[in-house]
């Protein structure tokens, strides 16, 4: 099993940015790509962005040009720096981890006003 703990989240005004981690921790060696999903209350969650254990990355076509996700294997953490938030990008962000299974984190909420 893997386990994912996010940090990070909150309310910030639009244009703002804001940064989220994720640490993993249990069978932290089966864990390939890790990334995060985003999720609004009736809707599907969506990709936000992913990276493979190689350092390959993927955005979704919204946020590519605002936001950087990282990695650092040493660590076991992702982390996502998101700039210049807009309202729509409010949601319940999830870390993601695809190992053996694929693993979510509890969630983190992140609001932007304005």
């Known amino acids: 099993q893997v386990q994912l703990a996010e940090s990070g989240g909150g309310m910030v005004q639009a244009g703002e940015s804001l940064s989220l981690s994720c640490v993993a921790s249990?069978?932290?060696?089966?864990?390939?790509?890790m990334g995060w999903y985003r999720q609004v209350p009736g809707k599907q969650r969506e990709l936000v962005a992913l990276?493979?254990?190689?350092?390959?990355?993927n955005y979704a076509g919204d946020v590519k040009d605002r936001f950087v996700i990282s990695r650092d294997n040493a660590k076991n953490t992702v982390s996502l720096q998101m700039n210049n938030l807009k309202p729509g990008d409010t949601a319940v962000y999830y870390c993601?981890?695809?190992?053996?299974?694929?693993?979510y984190g509890q969630g983190t909420l992140v609001i932007v006003s304005g």
């Open positions: 993601h981890a695809l190992g053996r299974y694929e693993y």
């Open positions: 249990g069978r932290v060696n089966s864990i390939g790509a």
């Open positions: 990276v493979s254990s190689a350092g390959d990355t």
